[in-house]
């Protein structure tokens, strides 16, 4: 019976490779691991960024970290952020994939380049990066945390290739979970609605719009306000950990009951 009952759950010794570590949710998933004694690999673009959170999760945790700067839509970077990983801590227990962009277009704005890169970040990096982490997931029977969106399971408009890439992400988690099941490995997914970070901006919104879009959730999200990492950082937490042991193929909504609404 697995060692289940300990509030998020505890994650000692577990061996997390975290993808987006050096920003936003996947900074804030890394500083909640650290705390509840993961060892983390953090993986990101931006090397500054990716020490800052390096070192604040050694300064929570204790443990040191490892850091590998790299792009995940470069195959050789994909196969030796996976291949440090395991060379540096001899197995791999957790992967959340937490790198992905934003992009905002409909079908008539778009452009095949600009599917081209958010399909290749949001949905084949993350299939590239789990193809190479499974066989050392099956050797630990570990699990894999995607983090989709609230897109994923709703439509709205001007987010065409973005709500397109997190249906396929949790299409993937829900087949991988199947696939994996009989060797023990889960595979869940988060959905988070409006969390900040720095992903709207990145997408093109200027402060004055992405001030009107946070505003504009005390309308659209019931709870009426915008999540924050570290309310995803605990959902991911608790599905990496023993307390979910009978989960997989889960997609948890974290976005204050969006999902349930629709407009009046
Ligand atoms: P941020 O922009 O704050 O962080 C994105 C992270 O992804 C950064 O660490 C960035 O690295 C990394 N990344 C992006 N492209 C690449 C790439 N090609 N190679 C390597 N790393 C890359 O956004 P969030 O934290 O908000 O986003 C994290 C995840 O959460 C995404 O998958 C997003 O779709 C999802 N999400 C976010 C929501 C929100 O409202 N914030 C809501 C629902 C889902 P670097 O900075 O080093 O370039």
């Given at each position: 019976m697995a060692d289940i009952g300990h509030g998020l759950g505890r994650l000692a010794g577990k061996v997390a490779l975290i993808t987006g570590a050096s920003s936003g949710i996947g900074a804030g998933t890394a500083k909640m691991f650290s705390k509840l004694g993961a060892k983390l690999a953090l993986s990101g673009r931006n090397e500054d960024n990716l020490k800052k959170t390096g070192d604040v999760c050694e300064k929570l945790g204790g443990n040191k970290v490892l850091c590998i700067q790299g792009d995940v839509t470069i195959e050789e970077d994909v196969k030796r952020i996976v291949e440090e990983t395991v060379t540096h801590y001899g197995q791999l227990d957790i992967l959340v994939n937490s790198a992905g962009i934003l992009t905002l277009e409909t079908i008539e704005t778009t452009s095949l380049e600009q599917y081209d890169k958010?399909?290749?970040?949001?949905?084949?990096?993350?299939?590239?990066?789990?193809?190479?982490?499974?066989?050392?997931?099956?050797?630990?029977?570990?699990?894999?945390?995607?983090?989709?969106?609230?897109?994923?399971?709703?439509?709205?408009?001007?987010?065409?290739?973005?709500?397109?890439?997190?249906?396929?992400?949790?299409?993937?988690?829900?087949?991988?979970?199947?696939?994996?099941?009989?060797?023990?490995?889960?595979?869940?997914?988060?959905?988070?609605?409006?969390?900040?970070?720095?992903?709207?901006r990145r997408a093109g919104l200027d402060e004055e719009t992405y001030q009107k879009y946070l505003e504009h959730t005390k309308i659209t999200y019931p709870l009426g306000r915008p999540g924050q990492v570290e309310e995803v950082a605990a959902m991911i937490a608790f599905l990496a950990s023993e307390n979910a042991s009978f989960i997989t193929g889960a997609q948890i909504p974290i976005d204050g009951g969006r999902h349930v609404a629709c407009p009046r």
């Open positions: 958010l399909m290749n970040t949001n949905v084949r990096a993350l299939y590239h990066i789990t193809m190479l982490a499974v066989p050392h997931l099956i050797n630990t029977k570990g699990n894999i945390v995607n983090v989709s969106s609230v897109n994923g399971i709703r439509s709205f408009p001007n987010m065409l290739t973005y709500c397109m890439s997190k249906s396929a992400v949790d299409q993937f988690t829900r087949c991988c979970a199947l696939d994996l099941a009989p060797k023990q490995v889960r595979v869940n997914s988060v959905n988070p609605g409006a969390v900040v970070t720095e992903i709207h």
